[in-house]
């Protein structure tokens, strides 16, 4: 199924002196950017949450609104900053985004009124599609091009989203003892600093673009593959299937805490059980990584999905026992990273890597604006007519997904990719 985008490139040298040996410390400096971008840009924002609320005088609705904000200004950056990074590359991209982010962190621990928290959410939300998973994903997926490194390319995502995973088992503690010591306002210029001293050099210094990747094909070629992906009903199927899981994703990690509270287990064994989902993401990741060594990797990923709205569908009945609590997350849990790292690879797969951030910044605009106000509709659901149907609302969205991507792999295998880029 590879596109013969990909022969418009000349593949990197299997021996490792060329594109290979450099793509692996990219991906070691991303990791640790991944880490902490998600730690400080995104994670950090829920210890904040009630000393905000305090200083501020506000409601905790008006404050969580702009992380809202952010995720939302996130998404619509998506696609612009796709096409950026099919012309130019990640290094000016992220370390520009860095910059931006470090600033907005850190004019975050001097605001004084709603509006102000709101313009540096907004900042932090353009930030954040400028340096986390998406360009990321989008520099690795560019230095392992070509088929003979469909498996290395899949390995190097899976270190990063490995690493990156222990973004909120790093920075909640972190940030909270900060909080704890010298306020809430101190430990975010903490945090700025930490993050623009990190962030900064290392993507301004170790990112680069291969020196023979697709960034010769002209634009208006590329420009020509997106619009012939964008009429395909492959491309649609992709971008249903992951806004429909990233929604069902969001929604878990939103309400389990508190779904489970309700079903009658104390806070502390559901605090316990939901943060098993963490674990369980890597646990998935790697799974389905070893698994499309023999499977397409949209059959296990659809596998997947299916047994997470199992999961879902089966908590309201089961989760009043602490073993049936247990068996659901387990469920559910195993796929909560898959998405993550299983779109990149069918991007690429698919359509080659010429145009690639640009295809996946089309599908982010989607999905991301899905995880950010699905949570808030399933919050709505759950007052008006109770949590079990939201977990209904859950295991329906997992099915589409799943569904997508059968129907998906079906067509993709009978009619492969045929979009041509000519440099």
């Given at each position: 199924?590879?596109?013969?985008?990909?022969?418009?490139?000349?593949a990197?040298?299997?021996?490792?002196r060329?594109g290979?040996?450099?793509?692996?410390?990219?991906?070691a400096?991303l990791?640790?950017?991944?880490?902490i971008?998600y730690?400080?840009?995104?994670y950090?924002f829920?210890?904040?949450?009630?000393?905000?609320?305090?200083?501020?005088?506000?409601?905790?609705?008006?404050?969580?609104?702009?992380?809202?904000?952010?995720?939302?200004?996130?998404?619509?950056?998506?696609?612009?900053?796709g096409?950026?990074?099919?012309?130019?590359?990640?290094?000016?991209?992220?370390?520009?985004?860095?910059?931006?982010?470090?600033?907005?962190?850190?004019?975050?621990?001097?605001?004084?009124?709603?509006?102000?928290l709101?313009?540096?959410?907004?900042?932090?939300?353009?930030?954040?599609?400028?340096?986390?998973?998406?360009?990321?994903?989008a520099?690795?997926?560019?230095?392992?091009?070509?088929?003979?490194?469909?498996?290395r390319?899949?390995?190097?995502?899976?270190?990063?989203?490995?690493?990156?995973?222990?973004?909120?088992?790093?920075?909640?503690?972190?940030?909270?003892?900060?909080?704890?010591?010298?306020?809430?306002?101190?430990?975010?210029?903490?945090?700025?600093?930490?993050?623009?001293?990190?962030?900064?050099?290392l993507?301004?210094?170790?990112?680069?673009?291969?020196?023979?990747?697709a960034?010769?094909?002209?634009?208006?070629?590329?420009?020509?593959?997106?619009?012939?992906?964008?009429?395909?009903?492959?491309?649609w199927?992709?971008?249903a299937?992951?806004?429909?899981?990233?929604?069902?994703v969001?929604?878990?990690a939103?309400?389990?805490?508190t779904?489970l509270?309700?079903?009658?287990?104390?806070?502390?064994?559901a605090?316990a059980?939901?943060?098993?989902?963490?674990v369980?993401?890597?646990?998935?990741?790697?799974?389905?990584?070893?698994?499309?060594r023999?499977?397409?990797?949209?059959?296990?990923?659809?596998?997947?999905?299916?047994?997470q709205?199992?999961?879902?569908?089966?908590?309201?009945f089961t989760?009043?026992?602490?073993?049936?609590?247990?068996?659901?997350?387990?469920?559910?849990?195993?796929?909560?990273?898959?998405?993550?790292?299983?779109?990149?690879?069918?991007l690429?797969?698919?359509?080659?890597?010429?145009?690639?951030?640009s295809?996946?910044?089309?599908?982010?605009?989607?999905?991301?604006?899905?995880q950010?106000l699905?949570?808030l509709?399933?919050?709505?659901?759950?007052q008006?007519?109770?949590?079990?149907?939201?977990?209904?609302?859950?295991?329906?969205?997992?099915?589409?997904?799943?569904?997508?991507?059968?129907?998906?792999h079906?067509?993709?295998?009978r009619?492969?990719?045929?979009?041509?880029?000519?440099?």
């Open positions: 199924m590879s596109s013969t985008a990909e022969a418009a490139a000349p990197t040298r299997g021996d490792g060329s290979p040996f450099h793509g692996w410390r990219i991906v400096a990791a640790v950017t991944q880490t971008g730690g400080v840009l995104y950090a829920s210890v904040f949450l009630i000393p905000m609320q305090r200083d501020l005088k506000a409601e905790g609705t008006q404050v969580a609104a702009a992380l809202t904000l952010a995720v939302l200004a996130t998404a619509l950056c998506a696609p612009l900053v096409r950026w990074l099919d012309a130019r590359g990640g290094r000016t991209l992220m370390t520009v985004g860095s910059v931006l982010g470090a600033l907005a962190v850190f004019a975050w621990s001097r605001v004084e009124t709603l509006p102000q709101y313009g540096v959410f907004l900042a932090i939300g353009i930030a954040s599609a400028m340096v986390l998973y998406e360009p990321a994903f520099v690795i997926v560019s230095w392992f091009d070509g088929p003979a490194h469909g498996q390319r899949a390995n190097a995502l899976l270190a990063l989203t490995i690493v990156a995973g222990f973004a909120s088992s790093i920075f909640l503690p972190l940030t909270g003892l900060l909080v704890e010591h010298c306020g809430w306002r101190h430990a975010l210029v903490v945090l700025a600093v930490g993050y623009g001293l990190l962030a900064i050099p993507h301004a210094l170790v990112l680069r673009r291969r020196p023979d990747h960034a010769t094909v002209k634009a208006a070629a590329r420009t020509d593959l997106v619009k012939a992906a964008v009429r395909a009903r492959p491309f199927l992709l971008a299937a992951f806004t429909a899981h990233g929604g069902a969001a929604t878990i939103i309400l389990l805490v779904y509270i309700h079903l009658g287990h104390t806070p502390v064994f605090a059980i939901a943060g098993l989902l963490g369980l993401s890597v646990t998935g990741r790697l799974v389905t990584t070893g698994l499309r023999r499977w397409a990797a949209a059959p296990v990923a659809a596998t997947t999905f299916a047994l709205g199992i999961g879902a569908l089966l908590l309201p989760g009043t026992t602490v073993p049936g609590a247990i068996s659901c997350v387990l469920l559910f849990g195993i796929g909560f990273g898959v998405g993550t790292i299983t779109l990149p690879h069918l690429a797969e698919q359509y080659g890597t010429a145009a690639y951030a295809l996946s910044g089309r599908i982010a605009l989607f999905s991301v604006v899905d950010a699905v949570p509709g399933a919050v709505a659901l759950a008006l007519i109770g949590y079990a149907w939201v977990m209904g609302a859950v295991t329906t969205a997992c099915g589409i997904a799943a569904f997508a991507l059968v129907a998906y079906r067509l993709s295998f009619q492969p990719s045929k979009q041509e880029v000519s440099s």
